[in-house]
């Protein structure tokens, strides 16, 4: 067997299934999720085997009775009425470390009648972080370092520039790929996965969608990831009418491939605009959809900053799921673009944390200027700000302001 890879994760799993019931792994398909979830139990119950599946759809009490916890229920989705018996049997017997839950699809999570409210605590996971990659996914994360007293910024043996950035950017945080193949079979599965999405996936949530409207719309999303961009402009890109674009955004927020970063708002700033920033989770799913390899995307200096904004975010998202922090992300503009920042984490009444990211490595004072204008705006609710850049050094650019190369995010210096 090949050697399991740690996870982000895996604390904050290990926590739970010592003390309460049932856990649902939730994320994109094959971003490692089952693998992870094994660790954790004796049995492991395939759902989306058709004999396996058929049983616990027709009578999933007495299936789930038959099961020698603690369980791993693969695939969930492929039989729903499996969280309706699970409900039952945490209710009667409520004991730590039961259930483990996995599967791609959400869509149920949020409803009304969702029956694992209470009983069932939601993890999300997502693709690998280059900490997790590195084998570095012990220890203090991003907040945790950014946030303790006394950081050493600097970093040692990370002389990575705009190439290599590039290069981790394409080459996917999906294990498969990120582990296992090389640059061709990478674009390859990359292909498959995308044509997976826009038929299997995608359709199991919306049924009876067109696949090739649903590739258009995901290519209309990949050349606006990291982007603040008017509804109107997405469903003309993609020649598509409002409420099947609406439809086919919320299948592939459903199976994990694309992200909506919400506005932040506050009463302390005025003239806020309320737009969501859209993400592909991945940016090599972004770059295949695209078909552009790494000669191209350094060709092309707007494609180049989103993807590389694409990146970063893909490295704090799985940071963030799992920080004592509890930070949430958001992006900020003016209404008029005046004052923008890539990123917003709140952090609750500890304040915020603000982040530019630049596709450039040489930071100047000026790269901070949103963030000094925040920083006056919010006095003590501004706990710091970060310029992420490409370049190999960190510096200081002005008070609770700092320029960190993008590779700190995994460097094992604190």
Known sequence: ?????????????????????????????????????????????????????????????AALRQVEEPALLDEWQEAPEVIGALKRAVDADPRPGRFVLTGSASADLAG??????????????????????????????????????????????EALDIDDYVSLALRSGFPEPALRLGARAQRRWLEAYIEECCTRDALSEQGGRDPVLLRRWLTALATNTASVVDDKVLYDAAQLDRRTAAAYETSFETIGVTERVPAYATNRLKRLIERPKRYMVDPAIAAAALAVDTRAVLHDANLLGRLIDTYVVSQLRAELAVSDARGRLYHLRTDAGRHECDLIIDLGHRGIVAIEIKAAGAPTPRDARHLNWLADELGESFV???????????????????????????????
């Open 1 to 61: 067997m090949t050697r399991y890879v740690a996870r982000l994760v895996d604390a904050t799993l290990d926590e739970l299934i010592a003390e309460v019931p049932a856990i649902l792994l939730t994320g994109p398909r094959a971003s490692g999720k089952t693998t992870t979830a094994r660790r954790l139990v004796k049995t492991v119950v395939q759902l989306d085997r058709p004999e396996v599946g058929a049983m616990f759809r027709t009578n999933p009490d």
């Open 112 to 157: 009304a009648t969702w029956p694992g409210t209470g009983r069932i605590i939601r993890v999300p996971m997502y693709g690998m972080t280059e900490r997790e990659v590195q084998h570095r996914a012990v220890g203090p994360g991003f907040l945790d370092r950014l946030l303790a007293a006394n950081t050493d910024w600097s970093i040692g043996g």
């Open 384 to 414: 710091g700000g970060v310029v992420f850049h490409t370049g190999p050094y960190a510096i200081d650019l002005s008070d609770r302001i700092v320029a960190l190369p993008i590779a700190w995010l995994w460097s094992e210096r604190s």
